[in-house]
């Protein structure tokens, strides 16, 4: 049996017109329903299950996507996913891309409530707090999911999770981990600390050295990273109430890091930090008995 059905959905259908609809926020956030586009976000919305149901709802593909891409076609069908074959027109004008690549997943709200995952007691923890950018937040949710973060928390000053590019951006790592939304920074700040994680601001002005943290063997127990605009940094009130403010060292001539990379350095310190015995102490100064 083939993967869809043979006829075409039309441009004029109510459901093309409704996931069109979804490319802007206030209709995202009415229907609690997002995009997502292309063959690696789909597969992973088709695998996620969120509450009491699949997380992917509905599934427009184009005939050679469907060809081409019939095992992920396929889980869609499997997840219970409505499976719509469309012109190349119709899934372009879904798609928020410039490059349609032929597969946009409708798919249903997946964040997580914030005391569900204090009470999870998480050890690595994202947060973004103030930043602004779809794609800076998407490639930070992504670099928290490569570091094995138990969550990522964006507060009420952050961009949607749901923008199509914060989507597109996390390359499926927002159907990885718990993420949760609207959370204002004191909460996020109070209730972390509340569970006995260690916050640390990463500021390009920072008072500490991420490289001295590392070396003093701190950066073992749980910990959350706030992060802030990509423009402006942290604002004063939020770095004071953090435990720490750190910079990660510039070694070379470059000014700063962008927040991705600046973000990825962190919390690949801290993941290396956590699972190395003695908290990841330096041993350059101090080798030790041979």
């Known amino acids: 049996m083939p993967p869809v059905g043979p006829e075409l959905i039309s441009s004029r ?7 069109r609809r979804l490319g802007k926020r206030n209709f995202r956030g009415k ?18 299950r969120a509450g009491d149901g699949a997380t992917l709802v509905e599934l427009f593909a184009t005939p050679e996507a469907a060809e081409r891409y019939a095992d992920i076609v396929g889980g869609a069908r499997d997840a219970g996913a409505r499976v719509h074959l469309a012109s190349e027109q119709v899934v372009a004008d879904i798609s928020t891309t410039v490059t349609p690549q032929g597969l946009v997943g409708v798919c249903r709200f997946l964040d997580t409530p914030f ?4 009470a999870a007691r ?3 923890v994202a947060v973004l707090a103030h930043v602004r950018d779809p794609g800076n937040a998407g490639t930070v949710l992504r670099c928290a999911d490569a570091a094995g973060a138990d969550a990522v928390v964006l507060t009420d000053a952050s961009v949607d ?11 499926g790592s927002l159907f990885h981990l718990p993420v949760a939304v609207g959370v204002p920074v004191e909460r996020a700040v109070t209730g972390l600390r509340e569970a006995g994680v260690r916050l640390l601001a990463a500021d390009g002005a920072g008072d500490r050295d991420l490289d001295d943290e590392l070396d003093k063997g ?8 706030v992060f802030g605009n990509e423009a402006w940094g942290l604002p004063e009130e939020t770095r004071a109430l953090t435990d720490a403010v750190v910079r990660v060292p510039i070694h070379g001539k470059a000014e700063s890091l962008n927040l991705a990379t600046a973000a990825a350095v962190c919390l690949y310190a ?9 908290g990841c102490r330096s041993v350059t100064g101090n080798p030790g008995p041979a």
């Open 270 to 278: 801290s993941a290396r930090a956590q699972r190395a015995d003695g």
């Open 218 to 225: 701190t950066m073992g127990g749980p910990t959350a990273w």
């Open 31 to 48: 229907e609690r329903l997002f995009l997502a586009e292309g063959p690696q976000a789909v597969r992973e919305a088709a695998a996620h």
């Open 115 to 118: 005391e569900r995952i204090l």
């Open 161 to 171: 999770l749901y923008n199509p590019k914060a989507v597109r951006a996390s390359v």
């Open 13 to 19: 259908s109510s459901r093309v017109a409704a996931a």
């Open 122 to 124: 998480p050890r690595l």
